[in-house]
C-alpha cells in the first residue's frame, strides 16, 4: 500500500520530468491539418483547453457580451466587458485585478458605453474604443484621463459618415490606428496628437465579368439602382513588434482575409505556403456550418507566428513567418472547450487565449507536446538554431508522419548547413519545388566541380558516336528505308507527304508503332520527369493504361473525325492516309519526350525556360507537319486546309458529346431492364 502510495505522489513527478503536459479537458474534436494537396489528413490536436474563465469565477461578476481582449507584456489579460460597460484586468491566473467602470473628466464623472476595443501601449496607458459614445478615451494605468480623441474631422469623409470606433491599436510613435464600424475606406490613422491624417490598408472591390458587362450596357438609372460595390470593412486589427499593422476582414472566399500592413498601408504579408492563409480549404456547402472561413481576429505569437480565429466554425489557425499552415484547433459547439461566438483571440506566452462572447468567459489553451514542438521547430528555424530546429522538426514527424512543414523544416535546416542532397529530398517529402530547385542548384554544381573530367568524357564521346552513326548510315544507305522516310518527312514535309500518298513509302505499321513509342514515352515521361516540373506525380501511382488512352483516343479521334469531314469535302484523303500522314507528324513529339525528361532532371526553376521552349518546338512542329499533311492528303489549298481542321475540331467535341450521351443512354437502359428483371423475379418469387 505504501508503494502504491509512493508511486501515485511520484507520477506527476514523473510526467513532469518526462516532458509531457496533463491537460484538464480532452479536445472534443479529431485535430486535421492540410496536405500539400489541400485535402485534410488526421493529426494530432496541437491546444487542448485548461481552464474557463467567467461567471462567478470572477470577483467583479460574470461578463456580459465581451468584444475585445488584450494581453500585456507582463501577462496582464484586459477584456472590453462591452454589456458591462466597463474594462475587466486580470492576472495570469486570470484573477481581476481592477474593474474600470469610470473616470473623471473635466470633474465630472464619466463612463462608458459598449467598449468594443482595447489597447494597452507599452507605457502602461489605456485606449478604449467607447463605441457608444463615438470616440477613444485614454487613461492611466491607474484609470485616470489623459484625453478623449474625438470624432475624426476632414474634407475626405462624406456628411453621412458615422464614426464608431471599434478596434484599436497603437505604435511606438503614438499613433492610433483605428477600425470603424461600417467605414469602408480602410483603416482611419490618428496621429500621436489625435488628429485624424487619413486612412491606410483600403481592400480592393472585385468585380466578376458579369458585373462588368452589366454595368457596361446599363443605363444610367439602371446602374443607379444595382446593388453598390463597396470595399470589404476591416473587422479587427493587432500590431506587431516592428510597427507592422495585421487587420482581418470577413469576406467570403477571399485570399487575403488577413494583410500585414506596412506605414504606406501596403499589405506585405508573405505567402509561400501550400495554400494561402485564409482558414479552411475545403467546406461545405450546405448542412452544418457551411461557407468560407470567416476571419474574426488575429493574435500575434513571437517570431513572425500568428494565428487567426474563423468565427464560421470556431477554428484557429495558426501559420509561421511565411504562411506557412502549423495547425488547427477549436470548434463550435457546447462542450468544455468549443465555442458558441469566439469574438477575440490573444497569446499569453504559448498559451492561447479565446474570448467567447456567446458564453461571457474566457478559454485558455495550453499547447500539447505535438503544438509545442512544432511551435519550438518554427521559432528555432527563426532564430538559427539549426539542430535544435531539425531535432523538433523530427519529433513532429514522430507525432504526425504527413506533416509536410516538418520535412521542409529540415530540408531548410540541411541547406544552411550544407547538406544539399539531404535537403533535396526533404523538400521533395516537403512537396517545395522552389526549395528543392535551390539545393539542387547547389548540388549539381559540387556534382559538376568533382566529375568535371568524366563529364567531359562522355559528352565527347557520345559526340563522335553520333557523328560516326551519321557517316555510317549515310554510307549503307542509298534510299531512305522506312525510318529514313520518317526522317525525311519531318525536314522535308511537302515532298514527304507527297511520297507517303503517291509513291506509297508510308507503311502504316510504322505509324502504329510511332504511336505505341509515344505512348510508352509519356508514361515514362510521368515517371521520371524530375521532381521540379513534375511535382503531382507520385511514380508508383501512375496508371499505364490512363496515360495511353489519352494518346491512343485523341489520336483516333481526330482520325475519325477528319475522314468524316473530308469525305462530305472532297477530300481525297483515305482513312490509312490519313492515319499515316498524322502518325508520321507526331515524330517530332517523339523525338523531343527522351530530351525533356533528361533535360528536367538536369535543370533548374530558373532554368525552366529552356524546358517549355523545347516542349513549344516539339508541338509547334508536330502542328505545322500536321497541316501540312492534311493538305498533301487531301490535296485541299491552304485555305480550306485550316476550315477542315476546325470544323475537325468541332467534329470530335460531337463524338464526345454523343458518345457519352449514348453511354448515359446505355446506362439508363441498363438499369432499367435490372429493375424489370428483379421485378419479374419477385413476382416469380411470390406466385
Known sequence: ??????????????????????????????????????????????YLPVKQIGGEQLSSG?????????????NQIYVADTGNNRIVVLDEQASVIQTIDAFVNGNK?????????????????????????????????????????????????????????I???????????????????????????????????????????????????????????????IPVEFNNVDID??????????????DTPVKRLNPSGTDVLKRTGYQ?????????????????????????????????????????????REGKLMYIYGLLGEQVGTFKTPTDIDMLGDKMIVLDKGLNQLVMFEPTRYGKVIREAVINNDIGEEEKSVEKWREALRLNNNLEIAYLGIGKAELRQGHNYEAMKHFELGMHTQYYSRAFERYRKDFMWEHFGKIAAVAITAVVLLIAARVLIKRRTAEPGVVGMGWYTIFHPFNGFWELKFERKGKIWFALLLLLILSLLYVLKRQFTGFIFNPTVNAENVNVLDEIKFIVLPFFLWCIANWSMTTLMDGEGKFKEIVMATAYALIPVVLMQIP???????????????????????????????????LTVHQYTVGKTVITM?????????????????????????SFAATVYKEAMFRLGEG
Request: proline fraction near 5%; charged fraction near 15%; hydrophobic fraction near 45%.
Open 1 to 46: 500500500m505504501n508503494r502504491l502510495c509512493k508511486f501515485l505522489l511520484l507520477f506527476p513527478l514523473m510526467l513532469i520530468l518526462v516532458g509531457i503536459s496533463v491537460p484538464v479537458y480532452a479536445a472534443p474534436y479529431d485535430g486535421y491539418n492540410y496536405s500539400w494537396w489541400g485535402d485534410p489528413e488526421p493529426a494530432p490536436v496541437p
Open 62 to 74: 460574470p461578463f456580459k457580451s465581451p468584444e475585445d481582449l488584450f494581453i500585456t507584456a507582463d
Open 109 to 165: 464623472a464619466d463612463s462608458f458605453s459598449a467598449p468594443q476595443g482595447i489597447f494597452v501601449h507599452s507605457n502602461g496607458h489605456l485606449f478604449i474604443a467607447d463605441t457608444g459614445n463615438k470616440r477613444i478615451v485614454e487613461l492611466t494605468k491607474e484609470g485616470e484621463l489623459v484625453r478623449v480623441i474625438g470624432a475624426p474631422e476632414s474634407d475626405v469623409l462624406g456628411g453621412n459618415f458615422v464614426y464608431e470606433p
Open 167 to 229: 478596434k484599436l491599436v497603437g505604435d511606438s510613435a503614438g499613433r492610433l490606428y483605428v477600425v470603424g464600424k461600417g467605414v469602408f475606406n480602410g483603416i482611419m490613422q490618428f496621429d500621436s496628437g489625435g488628429k485624424f491624417s487619413g486612412f491606410m490598408g483600403v481592400n480592393k472591390v472585385r468585380y466578376s465579368a458579369a458585373d462588368l458587362f452589366w454595368k457596361r450596357v446599363m443605363t444610367k438609372e439602371q446602374r443607379s439602382k444595382m446593388v453598390l460595390f
Open 241 to 254: 513588434s516592428e510597427g507592422f499593422v495585421y487587420a482581418t476582414t470577413s469576406e467570403a472566399f477571399s
Open 276 to 320: 494561402p492563409p485564409k482558414g479552411d480549404i475545403r467546406f461545405r456547402t450546405g448542412g452544418t456550418r457551411p461557407g468560407t472561413s470567416a476571419i474574426q481576429s488575429v493574435a500575434l505569437d513571437r517570431n513572425g507566428i500568428y494565428s487567426i480565429l474563423d468565427s464560421t466554425r470556431g477554428r484557429i489557425f495558426t501559420y509561421d
Open 596 to 630: 525533356l525528361i533528361l533535360l528536367s532532371n538536369v535543370i533548374t526553376i530558373q532554368e525552366g525556360s529552356f524546358y517549355r521552349l523545347l516542349e513549344s518546338i516539339g508541338f509547334l512542329w508536330f502542328f505545322g507537319l500536321l497541316f501540312v499533311g492534311m
Open 646 to 670: 476546325l470544323l475537325t475540331m468541332l467534329v470530335m467535341g460531337i463524338i464526345i458529346f454523343l458518345g457519352l450521351l449514348f453511354f448515359s443512354l446505355a446506362q439508363q437502359m441498363l
